[in-house]
């Protein structure tokens, strides 16, 4: 079993920018450059998310506890987007005794955000998309 409480402290930052300055001299095309950039941040500790205090060192990953309120914030968000989706056209405002009634600034307000959010994850997911096709096409280049 690997233990991280025996490994060497990450190198300096002024270490890994010369590391990453010196592989964009030594690198045959940018697909080159960006595996060994990986493997120098990964190899680095930089995505290691430990920092130490005093003599103790307290991780700052995801613990089981981060896990279960993530996955409790997911769920409310499908189920909000369900919700909010679902009466779109049959919500109403003015009479507040019926069961479809909803305060329109508060549907507006939710529906937006929700709206946005899809948007926004689907533009992050199109500039990923076109970030991999855009290196497969340089790499096939060089």
């Not at 890994?16 to 592989?23: R, T, W």
């Not at 940018?30 to 120098?40: E, L, S, W």
């Not at 779109?88 to 549907?107: A, E, I, M, R």
Request: charged fraction near 20%.
């Amino acid at each position: 079993m690997l233990c991280c409480h025996d490994a060497a402290p990450p190198p300096s930052y002024d270490s890994v920018v010369e590391q990453i300055k010196q592989a964009k001299k030594d690198s045959d095309g940018h697909v080159d450059f960006v595996k060994t950039c990986c493997g120098i941040l990964i190899g680095s500790g930089l995505f290691n998310k430990k920092k130490e205090l005093g003599d103790k060192e307290k991780k700052l990953g995801v613990g089981p506890e981060q896990l279960i309120i993530n996955c409790f914030v997911i769920a409310w968000f499908i189920a909000g987007s369900v919700w909010v989706y679902r009466t779109y056209d049959d919500w109403q405002s003015s009479n507040s005794t019926l069961d479809n009634y909803c305060n329109p600034t508060l549907y507006y307000f939710s529906f937006w955000i929700i709206t946005i959010s899809y948007i926004g994850l689907g533009l992050l997911l199109v500039m990923c998309l076109t970030t991999c096709i855009a290196m497969c096409i340089c790499g096939e280049d060089e």
